[in-house]
C-alpha cells in the first residue's frame, strides 16, 4: 500500500519561548488553570477551570469560546452533540510527569485498535515538547464524574479530545518552565523547552525530572498556559507509527484474558438455540457439576454458566448441559420474513409532478456481524461488599452504573477498569461480557475469566441490522429537484448511553419518546446528503424486532449513503453524464470537488479496461470531514469478483497522525469490500447460521486490492472525525465497480451470498 500525506512540509524541530499570552480580546475571557498537585516529586495536573465565577473551561474551544451547538440544521452532526454534552467535564483529565521525566496521561476513551494511544501520545508530546518514546497513555477507569465524557463512539475521540489534551499538557509545561525560571531566577518567557528539558538562554538545561517535585508546588506563580498554534508543529501531522505496534506484534499486549488476576477462574456460558431465548430448567446440572475440572454452574438471564479449571473443562461442561430453553424473541423469523417486515414498513414517495421524470431504486442490506478479532470477555472479582470489573469498554460508566445495579451495590463499590481491546466497531458499546462475568462471579462466589467462544461471539453478539431502502430521484432540465430516501430498519439497541446522551443535550428527537426517538436522531445527525439535490429527505422507520443490534462501523450511513451513491450512478447515465462528472456538478463546495478531483486524477478514472473489469467511484462527508474512492474490479467470474485497486483521499480538517488516518481509511475499504460483495448473517429461525470466521466470509488477503494509495488532503482547521469516515464511500466505489464490470445492477447486499457450509449445532 502506498500512502501519501498531501501537507506542507512541518517546520523544522527546534526550541521555542514560552511567552506571556497577549491580552484577551474584549469578547473572551482569559483562562486559567488549577492544577491538583499530588505528593512530590511527581508533577500532576488534574483539571482545567474557566475564569472566576465562569461555566468551567472545560466547555471551552482553543480560542477559549464556549461551543454552541450549530444554527442551520445542516451544519449539526453527532459529534458536535457529543461535543456539547462532554464540555462540563472535558479538561478533567490527569496528565502526570514523574522525576525520571516519563509522562503518563490517563485517557477517558478506549483503544480498540484505532490508534487513539498514539495520536493522544503525539499530542501530549507535542505540547511537553518530550520524545514520544517518554509518554505513557494508560486507559481511565469508569469515571462517573465525568457524566457523558467517556463515551467512545461516532468518530469523536480526537475531535472531542484535541483542545482539552493540548491544554492540559501546556499547563504542566508552563509550571516546569515555571519552576526552572524561580530555580536560576530568570523569568519564564526567557525560557525554552526542548527534548524533555527546560533550556535557558545560556545553554543550561533543566530535564523536566528535576522540576517536578518544585513545580508541584502550590505557591509556585505561573504564566497563563496556551498550546501550541499548529503552525509549530512538528510531531502532529507527522505519519508516526503506533505506540503500541511491537507488543502488538510480539504478544506482549495485554488484553482482558491476559490479566493476571488471582484466583479468577475460567468461565463460559451455554447460551440459548435462539437470540434472546431463556433459560426454563436445566436437567442435568448435578451430573455436569461432576466433571473434571468443574467448579461451579451458575444460572443467568443469558444462559448457564460453567466455571471450571480450564477453559478446555469449561468447554466441554457447557457443551454437555442438558438446558430446556424458553422462546426466543425472534423465533418465527428467517431471512425472508424480516425483509418481508422492512418492506412493508416504508412506500414510495407520491409521483413527482407533471414534467419531472424519475429514478426509483431499492436496496436490501443483510444483517452484520462486528465480529472483532478478540471475542467477547470479561474477569469480574465480587465480594459481598463490593466489585472489581475488567473489560474492553467504550461506554465503562453506563457498565459500572448497570452492574451495581444488577449487584445492588452503590456505583461507588464498584470499580472498572478499561482494558485494551482486539477490535470492537461499535460491538463494545455494549458490555454483555463485564455484566455476564459480574453475575457469576456474585453466583458462584469467587472471582471469574469469562469468555465468549466465537460461536457465540457469531451468533449471538451484536450485528449491524438489516435495511431496506427504497430511493426516489425527481429531476428535469439537466437539475435533480429531489431525493426522497425512506429507510426500513430492524430496530437499533441504543442502550449503552448515547440516548441519555442526547437527552440531556436537548436535541430534538422526533418520534415521541423511547429507543425510536434516539435511533431517528442518531440517524438525522449523522445521514446527510452532500448533493444540492433540491428538496432532500432522508427518513428512517424502525421495525420493532427485538434482536441482538448496535451501531456498526458508520451505523446507519454505511448502507444509506452507500446506497445513494450506487444510485447516482444510475441517474448520471439517465441524464447522459459521466459519473465524476455528475458528482461535481451536484456537489456543494470547492473541498468536496478537491477530494472527488483528487482520486478521480490518481486513479486515471475513464482510462480503458478490459472486458469484465471497471472502475467505480464513490464520495461521502461526515463528522466535518470528507473522502472519495475509487477502485478498480475484476468481475470476469461475477461470482467471485476482487478490487484490484483503490484510490482514497481524504479531508479531515487536520489529521493527528497521518498514518493512524490512512490505516482507518483502509480499515474502512475492507469493511465495504466484505460486506458488498460476500459478508453476512443469515437468520434461520431465530438465529444467525454462522458462527465462525470461516462461515461469515469477510474480505480475506486474497480479496483485499494489492494496490492502494491514500492521500491525506492538506490540514485546514481543528480535526474531523475519521474512524467511520471511509465505509460509505466505498461501499459505493465497489456497488459502481461491479455494476459496470457485469452490466448489471445490484440492489441486495452482499452480492454473493450463499450457505456455503454447514451451520454448527444451535
Known amino acids: 500500500m502506498e500512502a501519501r500525506t498531501e501537507q506542507q512540509a512541518p517546520p523544522p524541530p527546534g526550541t521555542r519561548q514560552d511567552q506571556a499570552d497577549p491580552a484577551p480580546p474584549p469578547h473572551r475571557s482569559r483562562r486559567r488553570f488549577l492544577t491538583y498537585l499530588l505528593a512530590a516529586p511527581t508533577l500532576a495536573v488534574a483539571a482545567g477551570l474557566g475564569p472566576e465565577g465562569a461555566a468551567p473551561a472545560a466547555a471551552a474551544g482553543a480560542d477559549g469560546v464556549v461551543p454552541t451547538l450549530p444554527g442551520p440544521a445542516d451544519l449539526l452532526d453527532l459529534g458536535d452533540v457529543l461535543i456539547l454534552a462532554g464540555a462540563p467535564t472535558a479538561h478533567l483529565l490527569v496528565l502526570t510527569v514523574g522525576e525520571d521525566g516519563t509522562v503518563t496521561f490517563r485517557l477517558p476513551r478506549e483503544e480498540v485498535g484505532q490508534g487513539l494511544t498514539t495520536a493522544v501520545a503525539m499530542l501530549v508530546a507535542e505540547e511537553l515538547d518530550v520524545p514520544l518514546a517518554r509518554v505513557r497513555v494508560q486507559l481511565d477507569d469508569a469515571r462517573p464524574e465525568l457524566l457523558f465524557n467517556q463515551f467512545t463512539a461516532s468518530s469523536n475521540s480526537i475531535r472531542s479530545l484535541y483542545d482539552p489534551v493540548r491544554h492540559t499538557a501546556a499547563a504542566a509545561r508552563a509550571r516546569l518552565v515555571a519552576a526552572a525560571a524561580d530555580r536560576w531566577g530568570l523569568k519564564p518567557g526567557k525560557l525554552t523547552t526542548r527534548d524533555g528539558a527546560v533550556v535557558a538562554p545560556d545553554g543550561r538545561t533543566a530535564p523536566y525530572g528535576t522540576l517536578t517535585a518544585a513545580a508541584a508546588s502550590r505557591h509556585l506563580v505561573t504564566l497563563t498556559a496556551r498550546p501550541k498554534p499548529e503552525s509549530a508543529h512538528t510531531l502532529v501531522g507527522t505519519p508516526t507509527p503506533r505506540v503500541d505496534a511491537r507488543a502488538m506484534v510480539?504478544?506482549?499486549?495485554?488484553?482482558?484474558?491476559?490479566?493476571?488476576?488471582?484466583?479468577?477462574?475460567?468461565?463460559?456460558?451455554?447460551?440459548?438455540?435462539?437470540?434472546?431465548?431463556?433459560?426454563?430448567?436445566?436437567?442435568?446440572?448435578?451430573?455436569?457439576?461432576?466433571?473434571?475440572?468443574?467448579?461451579?454452574?451458575?444460572?443467568?438471564?443469558?444462559?448457564?454458566?460453567?466455571?471450571?479449571?480450564?477453559?478446555?473443562?469449561?468447554?466441554?461442561?457447557?457443551?454437555?448441559?442438558?438446558?430446556?430453553?424458553g422462546p426466543g424473541t425472534i423465533d418465527g423469523y428467517s431471512d425472508d420474513g424480516i425483509r418481508a417486515r422492512l418492506r412493508s414498513a416504508v412506500s414510495f414517495p407520491p409521483l413527482p409532478p407533471p414534467l419531472t421524470r424519475h429514478l426509483d431504486a431499492e436496496f436490501d442490506f443483510a444483517p452484520v456481524s462486528h465480529a472483532p478479532l478478540e471475542t467477547n470477555a470479561a474477569v469480574a472479582d465480587v465480594r459481598a461488599d463490593r466489585a472489581t470489573v475488567w473489560s474492553g469498554l467504550k461506554a465503562p460508566i453506563v457498565a459500572q452504573q448497570t452492574i451495581a445495579k444488577e449487584l445492588g451495590l452503590p456505583v461507588g463499590k464498584v470499580t472498572v477498569h478499561v482494558v485494551q481491546a482486539g477490535g470492537s466497531f461499535g460491538r463494545r458499546l455494549f458490555f454483555d461480557a463485564a455484566l455476564e462475568a459480574a453475575q457469576v462471579s456474585k453466583g458462584c462466589g469467587r472471582p471469574v475469566r469469562l469468555m465468549w467462544s466465537r460461536v457465540d461471539d457469531m451468533r449471538h453478539g451484536r450485528m449491524r441490522p438489516a435495511t431496506h431502502h427504497k430511493i426516489r430521484v425527481s429531476y428535469a432540465s439537466g437539475r435533480v429537484v429531489a431525493l426522497d430516501h425512506r429507510v426500513a430498519a430492524v430496530e437499533t439497541d441504543v442502550r449503552h448511553g448515547l440516548g441519555e446522551i442526547l437527552t440531556a443535550t436537548g436535541t430534538k428527537l422526533p418520534g415521541g419518546l423511547?429507543?425510536?426517538?434516539?435511533?431517528?436522531?442518531?440517524?438525522?445527525?449523522?445521514?446527510?446528503?452532500?448533493?444540492?439535490?433540491?428538496?432532500?429527505?432522508?427518513?428512517?422507520?424502525?421495525?420493532?424486532?427485538?434482536?441482538?443490534?448496535a451501531s456498526w462501523r458508520s451505523v446507519y450511513s454505511a448502507n444509506t449513503r452507500g446506497a445513494e451513491e450506487m444510485l447516482i450512478d444510475e441517474l448520471a447515465a439517465r441524464m447522459g453524464k459521466d459519473p465524476v462528472e455528475f458528482r461535481r456538478d451536484f456537489l456543494k463546495n470547492s473541498g468536496q470537488r478537491a477530494v472527488l478531483d483528487k482520486?478521480?486524477?490518481?486513479?486515471?478514472?475513464?482510462r480503458p479496461m478490459p472486458a469484465g473489469h471497471a472502475q467505480g467511484i464513490g464520495f461521502h462527508e461526515e463528522y466535518k470531514s470528507r473522502t472519495a474512492c475509487l477502485v478498480e474490479i475484476d468481475a470476469t467470474d461475477p461470482r467471485h469478483p476482487r478490487v484490484t485497486k483503490a484510490v482514497i483521499a481524504a479531508d479531515v480538517g487536520r489529521?493527528?497522525?497521518?498514518?493512524?488516518?490512512?490505516?482507518?481509511?483502509?480499515?474502512g475499504l475492507t469493511d465495504a469490500i466484505s460486506t458488498t460483495l460476500t459478508a453476512g448473517l443469515h437468520i434461520d429461525k431465530g438465529l444467525p447460521l454462522e458462527g465462525s470466521y470461516s462461515q461469515f466470509h469477510y474480505a480475506r488477503q486474497k480479496d483485499t486490492p494489492p494496490d492502494v494509495r491514500i492521500f491525506v488532503m492538506p490540514a485546514t482547521g481543528e480535526p474531523g472525525g475519521a474512524g467511520e469516515l471511509g465505509v460509505p464511500a466505498a461501499v459505493g466505489a465497489v456497488g459502481n465497480a461491479y455494476a459496470r464490470a457485469t452490466g448489471t445492477r445490484p440492489r441486495r447486499f452482499p452480492v454473493n451470498f450463499d450457505v456455503d457450509f454447514t451451520p454448527f449445532p444451535r
Not at 655 to 667: D, I, M, S, T, W
Open 655 to 667: 489529521a493527528v497522525n497521518p498514518r493512524g488516518l490512512e490505516a482507518q481509511l483502509l480499515g
Open 250 to 325: 510480539t504478544g506482549r499486549q495485554s488484553y482482558t484474558l491476559d490479566l493476571d488476576v488471582p484466583g479468577a477462574k475460567p468461565c463460559m456460558v451455554r447460551r440459548p438455540p435462539t437470540v434472546y431465548g431463556t433459560v426454563r430448567a436445566v436437567n442435568n446440572e448435578a451430573a455436569v457439576r461432576a466433571m473434571p475440572g468443574v467448579l461451579a454452574t451458575v444460572v443467568i438471564p443469558t444462559g448457564v454458566a460453567v466455571v471450571a479449571e480450564t477453559f478446555g473443562q469449561a468447554l466441554d461442561a457447557k457443551n454437555a448441559l442438558d438446558v430446556t430453553w
Open 599 to 606: 482520486v478521480a486524477g490518481e486513479g486515471a478514472w475513464g
Open 514 to 549: 423511547g429507543n425510536a426517538a434516539f435511533a431517528q436522531g442518531l440517524f438525522h445527525l449523522t445521514v446527510k446528503s452532500p448533493y444540492h439535490f433540491g428538496v432532500t429527505g432522508q427518513h428512517l422507520t424502525e421495525v420493532p424486532l427485538r434482536m441482538p443490534t
